[in-house]
């Protein structure tokens, strides 16, 4: 389940992600959801008001070398899921 607060503070994460524009270059396909209960899997991800709601902190980094996963966004949520199954520990 991807339920996650996104923080400003770096050190506050669990894990730091970096956005590209490039599909082929990502960790994981993401879908963004306004829906709590559709972030049934980790390509599905819903953003929390408070961190108690989340199941992790995310911070959002401009440097890809500082990211634990990159990622890249699409509009479609049947496209959602894992390119690199090797990160997928980290949801």
């Known amino acids: ?3 996650l607060f996104e923080t ?4 506050e ?3 730091k992600v970096f956005v ?3 599909r082929s270059e990502a960790d994981l396909i ?3 959801t306004a829906s709590r209960w559709e972030a049934s899997e980790p390509g599905i991800w819903w953003y929390a008001d ?3 709601e989340a199941d992790k902190a995310v911070y959002f980094t401009d440097a890809r070398w500082e990211a634990d996963l990159i990622i890249y966004k699409t509009d479609i949520q049947s496209e959602a899921g894992w390119l690199n ?3 997928s520990d980290l949801l």
């Open 1 to 3: 389940m991807a339920k």
């Open 30 to 32: 993401v879908y963004e």
């Open 8 to 11: 400003a503070i770096p050190s």
């Open 50 to 52: 408070t961190q108690g």
């Open 85 to 87: 199954s090797e990160k």
């Open 20 to 22: 590209t524009d490039i």
């Open 13 to 15: 994460a669990d894990l």
